[in-house]
């Protein structure tokens, strides 16, 4: 591109980021301004198939993280997909007269009020998937229909009543459709299937003018592409094609450990690369953890039990590479000798190989074992400060270097999880951001904190132990984007997305032209009327 083009393009650019403010702005000059009694009459005369409440919505003010409490005016339960356009439709046509937004809510997994709208509109999309039956579909290549309110858990529960499962996981399967396809949806599948984003067929869509779309590769596909990754600023999913594959029954599932960075992401991306490899591949942090080794005992099998037993895991920083292998009953006499095969070409700790066999559904769904056990003794519901970051894989060992050799001081608040996937495998048509290498490595911190406490187990410690990690990437410039990201500013935003931004504002101006979707993004404020 020439330098001439180059101002050209972006002049052009600045001036469509003008018309799109000053397109806002003919709002707040024309519209009056709504008193509140007269928004609550609106909302309470609309005709839904479902119902709306307006007192008893604590719910819709909390989520997973618990450090963000918005309370919303109303939360609409929708029986239908008619529900939805209803009341968006509704609140556009009030236009920017109304402070109200509108944020669709799945399962309350969010981190930091992302799916909360305060003074606004909360559409409980668990209540879409009730009145919705899923619909698989067999043959060559077979699908299955969702509400996006459906549970992942139970989409599992169904198609494999058909010998047929969605390829590409999260970690946890107790969230909703339309929630991780708003994100990405990152497991150890990735590597291979890419994030559920990559896995999706067709959508229905309704947009922040209340229509209700079809879109796919095919149709309608820029808003197809939006809404992947797009964060709920582009329309409320409510319904979702999922691409499926032969599910197995059983899994061969192995722990080992490593005491090397370098060595432990050197087998990872050879793994990723192979033709001939496991089903599932992810790597965690372990630093200063006791009983590591007894602790796997209750679920896996040493191989060897002697030198198992004299492995020692106190005070030091370990590396865990964990993989499956799907069982199928035509390969199941030779499946070992796949593992045995595949693990011959790893440099692990030989001490250290832990199996397990397990069925397909036990494995996908091993979080919520572990959530039972936290509830069971209140440490579920306590905050959640999350880091989810993706790193090249150029600076993945400066990355491991700093953060897990000094700023990491341990992993008993929770997991921390390192494994790379191919960006090849992502649609770069998608909103979904992510670093431009051809390998990134996802790295979360999963922490909890006990909110009682000024402690290494604290809130303030881990959010502390964040914000060193952020700084240290950004003086660094190790070229790391946030998964799940959070930012207060739109400049933030705008560094996030980088080359993208000005595409994210078009189609922010084509399908959600007052803003009002997803405010607890903080990526964009709808324009308010001061008349």
């Known amino acids: 591109m020439t330098c001439q083009s180059f101002v050209l393009t972006q002049k052009k650019n600045v001036l469509f980021l003008r018309s799109f403010t000053i397109m806002v702005s003919v709002w707040v000059i024309t519209k009056p301004n709504l008193c509140f009694s007269s928004v609550l009459s609106s909302l309470k005369a609309l005709d839904l198939q479902g119902h709306i409440t307006f007192e008893n919505n604590e719910f819709a003010s909390q989520d997973f993280g618990n450090q963000i409490h918005a309370?919303?005016?109303?939360?609409?339960?929708p029986k239908s997909v008619a529900d939805i356009s209803e009341i968006v439709r509704h609140?556009?046509?009030?236009?920017?007269?109304?402070?109200?937004?509108?944020?669709?809510?799945?399962?309350?997994?969010?981190?930091?009020?992302?799916?909360?709208?305060?003074?606004?509109?909360?559409?409980?999309?668990?209540?879409?998937?009730?009145?919705?039956?899923?619909?698989?579909?067999?043959?060559q290549f077979p699908y299955v229909d969702v509400s996006a309110g459906e549970l992942w858990i139970n989409i599992l529960h169904e198609t494999l009543k058909y010998g047929l499962a969605p390829k590409s996981w999260t970690d946890y399967l107790h969230l909703t459709v339309g929630g991780t396809l708003s994100n990405a949806?990152?497991?150890?599948?990735?590597?291979?299937?890419?994030?559920?984003?990559?896995?999706?067929?067709?959508?229905?869509v309704v947009t922040g003018k209340g229509e209700?779309?079809?879109?796919?590769?095919?149709?309608?596909?820029?808003?197809?592409?939006?809404?992947?990754?797009?964060?709920?600023?582009?329309?409320?999913?409510?319904?979702?094609?999922?691409?499926?594959?032969?599910?197995?029954?059983?899994?061969?599932?192995?722990?080992?450990?490593?005491?090397?960075f370098f060595t432990f992401a050197r087998d990872q991306e050879h793994l990723i690369a192979a033709?001939?490899?496991?089903?599932?591949?992810?790597?965690?942090?372990?630093?200063?953890?006791?009983?590591?080794?007894?602790?796997?005992?209750?679920?896996?099998?040493?191989?060897?039990?002697?030198?198992?037993?004299?492995?020692?895991?106190?005070?030091?920083?370990?590396?865990c590479l964990e993989l499956t292998k799907n069982i199928y009953p035509e390969k199941a006499d030779t499946v070992n000798q796949e593992i045995?095969?595949?693990?011959?070409?790893?440099?692990?700790?030989?001490?250290?190989?832990?199996?397990?066999?397990?069925?397909?559904?036990?494995?996908?769904?091993?979080?919520?074992?572990?959530?039972?056990?936290?509830?069971?003794?209140?440490?579920?519901?306590?905050?959640?400060?999350?880091?989810?970051?993706?790193v090249p894989k150029s600076k993945i060992q400066h990355f491991a270097n700093e953060v897990f050799g000094n700023i990491l001081s341990d992993t008993n608040s929770g997991p921390v999880l390192v494994y790379p996937i191919h960006k090849s495998k992502v649609d770069n048509r998608t909103s979904f951001v992510c670093p431009d290498e051809d390998i990134i490595y996802l790295v979360a911190f999963l922490s909890h904190a006990n909110p009682s406490s000024n402690g290494a187990d604290s809130l303030r410690h881990a959010l502390?132990?964040?914000?060193?990690?952020?700084?240290?990437?950004?003086v660094s410039h190790l070229g790391v984007k946030q998964y799940l990201p959070h930012y207060t500013t739109q400049e933030q935003w705008r560094t996030h997305?980088?080359?993208?931004?000005?595409?994210?504002?078009?189609?922010?101006?084509?399908?959600?032209?007052?803003?009002?979707?997803?405010?607890?993004?903080?990526?964009?404020?709808?324009?308010?009327?001061?008349?």
């Not at 309370?71 to 339960?77: C, G, M, S, T, W």
């Not at 502390?464 to 950004?474: H, M, P, S």
Request: hydrophobic fraction near 40%; glycine fraction near 8%.
């Open 71 to 77: 309370h919303p005016l109303a939360v609409v339960h």
């Open 91 to 139: 609140v556009w046509q009030m236009g920017p007269g109304s402070e109200l937004s509108v944020a669709a809510r799945g399962h309350g997994h969010s981190l930091l009020g992302q799916a909360q709208a305060r003074g606004g509109v909360i559409i409980n999309m668990e209540s879409l998937q009730q009145g919705q039956e899923m619909q698989v579909y067999r043959g």
């Open 185 to 204: 949806g990152i497991s150890g599948q990735a590597f291979r299937h890419g994030p559920q984003i990559s896995n999706v067929r067709q959508l229905e």
């Open 212 to 260: 209700v779309l079809i879109c796919s590769q095919e149709q309608n596909a820029d808003l197809f592409h939006a809404v992947l990754g797009g964060l709920g600023q582009f329309g409320i999913i409510t319904r979702a094609r999922i691409s499926l594959e032969r599910a197995p029954k059983m899994v061969k599932w192995i722990r080992v450990l490593y005491s090397d």
């Open 275 to 319: 033709a001939k490899t496991f089903d599932y591949i992810e790597g965690l942090v372990i630093k200063n953890k006791t009983g590591l080794i007894n602790n796997w005992r209750t679920s896996f099998d040493p191989q060897d039990p002697v030198q198992a037993s004299h492995f020692v895991s106190d005070g030091r920083t370990l590396y």
């Open 340 to 390: 045995e095969d595949l693990l011959s070409q790893l440099s692990y700790i030989p001490s250290t190989l832990f199996m397990s066999e397990v069925t397909y559904i036990e494995f996908l769904d091993r979080v919520h074992a572990s959530e039972l056990k936290l509830r069971s003794k209140g440490l579920w519901d306590l905050p959640h400060p999350w880091l989810n970051l993706l």
């Open 464 to 474: 502390t132990q964040n914000k060193r990690i952020l700084d240290f990437c950004g």
């Open 497 to 531: 997305f980088g080359p993208q931004w000005e595409v994210f504002v078009q189609r922010k101006s084509a399908y959600d032209p007052l803003a009002m979707l997803a405010p607890g993004q903080r990526i964009f404020q709808k324009a308010v009327s001061v008349s």
